[in-house]
């Protein structure tokens, strides 16, 4: 019996430690019907390996849409152009500091406010931004994912579904 309750709590709190921590950019719903000539892509600087992480997950999410024939890193004034930045919002995480004290154990409730610009460039002439905003509360705690991912999976797909209705960048014949 007391052995069956030591793997019972394992078993929990592995399930636990892995919903925390399994917080990774969910595939788009968005799947194209034709892919766009070739586009260059921006994802603004990199500053730290957790940043480029999550442009390596953006990529590869916007890769498995099928609405890229070819999607360069980089930007370009020859051709079109993406760039894809997520401003910040103005907050500023104080309550991460304290969760970092307490070990992520106390389920802080706080506000979050996420931001997405998808900008359109023809041969280096701006052609449209389009501006996303995800805005609401959470729980800042080690067990509870963060609804960033959500919220940006959310915002990539409403941009490809207005680009793909704008039509600013012709399909590949």
């Known amino acids: ?5 030591i793997k019972s709590c394992a078993l929990l709190g592995a399930l636990l430690t892995l919903g925390g921590c399994a917080n990774t950019l969910p595939p788009l719903d968005y799947h194209a019907t034709q892919a766009y000539v070739p586009v260059t892509l921006g994802l603004g600087p ?3 390996r957790h940043e480029e992480y999550r442009q390596t997950e953006t990529i590869s999410a916007l890769k498995n849409t ?3 024939s070819m999607l360069d890193g980089g930007y370009t004034r020859n ?3 993406l760039l894809i930045t997520e401003p910040w ?3 500023t995480p104080y309550l991460a500091m304290f969760n ?3 070990l992520f154990t106390l389920p802080v409730p706080y506000h979050y406010q996420d931001n997405l610009r998808g900008s ?3 041969d280096g002439q701006l052609l449209k931004t389009y501006n996303y905003s995800r805005e609401g509360w959470s ?3 080690w067990y509870v994912p963060s609804p960033k991912n959500r919220n940006k999976q959310e915002m990539l797909d409403q941009l490809l579904t207005e680009m793909d209705k704008d039509k600013l960048i012709p399909y590949q014949r």
Do not use: R
Not at 1 to 5: F, V
């Open 139 to 141: 729980v800042l705690a």
């Open 66 to 68: 099928g609405a890229f």
């Open 89 to 91: 919002s103005g907050e």
């Open 100 to 102: 970092v004290l307490t």
């Open 79 to 81: 051709g079109y152009s």
């Open 46 to 48: 990199v500053n730290t």
């Open 120 to 122: 359109v460039f023809k």
């Open 1 to 5: 019996m007391k052995l069956a309750a």
